[in-house]
């Protein structure tokens, strides 16, 4: 059956058989006869057709502009010249970054502290995060799970990333006790917060993409509070080739231009000026202080390489990333599977199944986008997920129990006998077989791997999950739930929703300190370091009290907190007070300690530069 929307359909239906023409050893479809006849009639036309007269002008070379105009006609050229897109472009962009600027070779004489050397480190761990990157992509998406050089290239890009989000966070912090965003740099201070969330989703979607026992609890977790917002229907965690395709081809295109515009930005109004030694607290003085930093430097200057400096942090960044990968690895803890769970708690799988048949398990009651319920549905004034609505359908007994055994029955007498009792009996009756069958779980042995069970009125319960034991223990159910899936089979959510909804998968999870008061989701297996960079999140499930960790509505009240509070760390330019606080807490005495020794910090050493060095004459540092 075609189920394609009726807005999508073709007006001439190409699916139809196709057929094909003969000729002496050629053989070649009426379409691609119709396609190179296309191609040849566009050639024609490129060959016959005028082209359209432009405006001819004097012989200058090309890029230049005639600055004198001898007549009328050279006149009208130039004007004509100007108004072309072309050339306003090229104006614009030599006004805003002349070559001095672009890549000078002189930096402001205040720049001479350790702090400054985070943000071309951090660029420089970018680059090397993407390199690894690169030759991860080169063997495909799994095969740094079973050859080692494979898993020594994961080892640098994991060290590589962990690298780059440090050197940010500190770059950040820097930036932030130097109100680097005075002197008309607010822009810059956003976009650099900005790149810091893209990082943030490009890294999540990254952890989602490894295909081991991480990623399948970081996506079962941070579904919940995807799934709070509504994305969820749209942005699956669970599904691994979205994530992977969202890691390496979406976010890393607009991380790039994110950090591309921020270095733009500071090569455009360079770097913010010293903050005086004392406070200002006279109006006047605060005016005239606000004026000097959006002004040009005028003050000394000191030799700088930006090329140089930019190569020697590539050669350490790239130098400590192959130590630490070398030396620590990466983790690789095995992914668990249905099969890996039911060989090893059978009971708990028995449990599970027989939950699902009865449509009490998690899953059953979840909700948007997965069901009709409303068992994990958050609310705060709206909510996300009824708007979204079910965009995923899973009907956790047939999904889980009854369609797998439907498949099995038809070279399983016994088992389609079993199913044909079961389908045809009262909704009561079907419920009363699950309920004793869940209930003499507790006291359940198992005979050359079989189940048995006291006896009880379980009608044919127990030998439909004694077949569906069966068939998890061989591994076919893990194909079975993956196959309900077109082609690529990369969408792990039915066999995770399964493996969730039992005690197994959390207990791993548990051994593993995954759990509990850890910072939330992002742990990360073994000892090797989770993810600080995410504490603005994860701090709020770690709030004790009913109306935080112990609210249903948790993940929700977490994702508007932390939107908040990153609007919050997006305005600081904006909003007084929050902006002073640099000022009232002076840690960037530390950072100018050499020019304030100097005695530059009052502001003589503007006065006295020299008046022929203009704004944007090569006096501006790249960092």
Known sequence: MDHQSPLLASVVNLNQPG???????????????????????????????????????????????????????????????????????????????????????????????????????????????????????????????????????????????????????????????MAAWRGRRALTWVTGVVAFVASVVECFTGYLSQQNFD????????????????????????????????????????????????????????????????????????????????????????????????????????????????????????????????????????GTAASELAGTSETATYGPPYSHGSAATQRLGISWEALSGVREPIHAAQTFVISPLAKLAADDAGLATALAAYNSASHASQQAWVAAYSNALAKVSFSSGNPVLPAGHYGPVPLM????????????????????????????????LFLEDGSYFSSLAKAQHLTGNQWGVMNETGTYPGQPWLWLYTMWYQIPGHHFSGSGNIDLIAIYLTGAATLLLLAVPFIPGLRDIPTLVPLHRLVWRDWHERGRGSGEGQAAAPAAQPEGTGTLTAR
Do not use: C
């Open 19 to 177: 057929r094909y023409l003969h000729w002496s050893i050629f053989t070649v479809s009426e379409a691609n006869l119709v396609l190179i006849g296309v191609m040849v009639v566009i050639f024609g036309l490129a060959l016959t057709v005028r082209f359209p007269k432009a405006q001819e002008t004097s012989g200058t070379a090309l890029g230049q502009v005639e600055e004198v105009s001898t007549d009328n006609q050279g006149d009208a050229a130039a004007k004509s010249d100007g108004e072309m897109w072309t050339a306003k472009l090229r104006n614009v962009a030599l006004r805003l970054l002349p070559p001095g600027k672009l890549l000078p070779d002189e930096q402001p004489a205040y720049v001479s502290s350790w702090v400054y050397v985070f943000g071309v480190a951090t660029l420089a761990a970018l680059g090397v995060a993407i390199a690894s990157g690169f030759a991860l992509a080169l063997g495909g998406p799994d095969w740094w799970h079973y050859d080692p050089v494979g898993h020594f290239f994961n080892s640098l890009h994991l060290w590589s990333v962990e690298l780059f989000m440090a050197l940010m966070v500190i770059h950040l912090w820097g930036k932030f006790w």
């Open 215 to 350: 990623s399948q609890w970081i996506s079962t977790n941070g579904k919940d509070a995807i799934n709070a917002t509504g994305l969820g229907a749209f942005f699956n965690l669970m599904n691994f080739g979205q994530m992977l395709m969202w890691h390496i081809v979406l976010l890393p295109l607009a991380l790039v231009a994110i950090v591309g515009g921020h270095v733009l930005l500071v090569r455009v109004r360079g770097v913010a000026h010293p903050l005086p030694e004392r406070r200002l607290r006279l109006r006047t003085e605060r005016r005239e202080a606000a004026r000097a930093d959006a002004a040009g430097w005028r003050g000394p200057t000191r030799r700088y390489d930006i090329l140089k400096e930019g190569a020697a942090a590539t050669v350490v960044v790239t130098v400590f990333v192959f130590l630490l990968a070398g030396l620590l690895s990466s983790p690789n803890e095995p992914p668990v599977t249905v099969q890996t769970w039911a060989q090893a708690a059978p009971a708990d799988f028995l």
């Open 465 to 496: 999950l004694s077949r569906e034991l069966s068939l998890a223990r061989s591994g076919a159910l893990d194909t079975d739930l993956l196959a309900q899936q077109p082609f690529y089979g990369s969408n792990y959510t039915k066999p995770l």
